[in-house]
């Protein structure tokens, strides 16, 4: 498993943007794709977008247009990057790193991740 740090997280008013940050360590960051999922209150925790370890990159639909994920290998850091932010947006983001080294794509289920943070708290006002 790997350790996993985020960051960036807070209070911001719908239309604002934020990047969140999650600082990864323990194994070879750059061989395992990498993944946001977020929990709103009474709901279950869903995807939000994952990167390969190839760079190729996913998004829910929901976010599709407004959030990027990215990742920097040489920091062992992965990133989204969310703007036109809406309420709907308000949870609690969890960074995930995939059980299997070098997959062909990033999966969206919770189950393919083995390694999760702490999350972070992203709440949008209207």
């Known amino acids: 498993q790997v350790q996993l740090v985020e960051s960036g997280g807070g209070l911001v008013q719908a239309g604002d943007s934020l990047r969140l940050s999650c600082a990864a360590s323990?194994?070879?960051?750059?061989?395992?794709?990498m993944a946001w999922f977020r929990q709103a209150p009474a709901k279950e925790r869903e995807f939000v977008a994952a990167?390969?370890?190839?760079?190729?990159?996913y998004y829910a639909d929901s976010v599709k247009g407004r959030f990027t994920i990215s990742r920097d290998n040489a920091k062992n850091t992965v990133y989204l990057q969310m703007n036109s932010l809406k309420p709907e947006d308000t949870a609690v983001y969890y960074c995930?790193?995939?059980?299997?080294?070098?997959?062909?794509?990033?999966?969206?289920?919770?189950?393919?991740?083995?390694?999760w943070g702490q999350g972070t708290q992203v709440t949008v006002s209207s």
């Open positions: 995930a790193a995939d059980s299997r080294p070098y997959r062909l794509y990033a999966p969206g289920s919770i189950h393919e991740y083995d390694s």
């Open positions: 323990g194994r070879t960051f750059s061989s395992y794709a």
């Open positions: 990167i390969s370890w190839s760079d190729n990159t």
